[in-house]
């Protein structure tokens, strides 16, 4: 598990992709995510392809978990 989770439970688009893309300017090169949503899902999929990270999907009930590592040159 990485050291930041982000919880977006709950929360509807755009608010998971707003917070995933605050990370990222922040810097984080590795973080997950933790949605229950498809849209947000998908979405932030496209976020951080476009920000050239890796990711990889878990499931955990109704839960889907994004562990996010960026790509390495």
Request: hydrophobic share 30%; glycine share 4%.
């Amino acid at each position: 598990m990485s050291d930041i989770v982000i919880d977006t439970s709950g929360l509807s688009c755009p608010q998971p992709v707003v917070m995933v893309l605050e990370e990222i300017e922040k810097g984080t090169e590795k973080f997950e995510i933790i949605l229950d949503n498809e849209c947000s899902c998908e979405n932030v999929s496209r976020l951080v392809e476009k920000y050239g990270f890796e990711k990889e999907t878990t499931q955990k009930d109704t839960l889907n978990i994004f562990k996010i590592t960026k790509k390495r040159k």
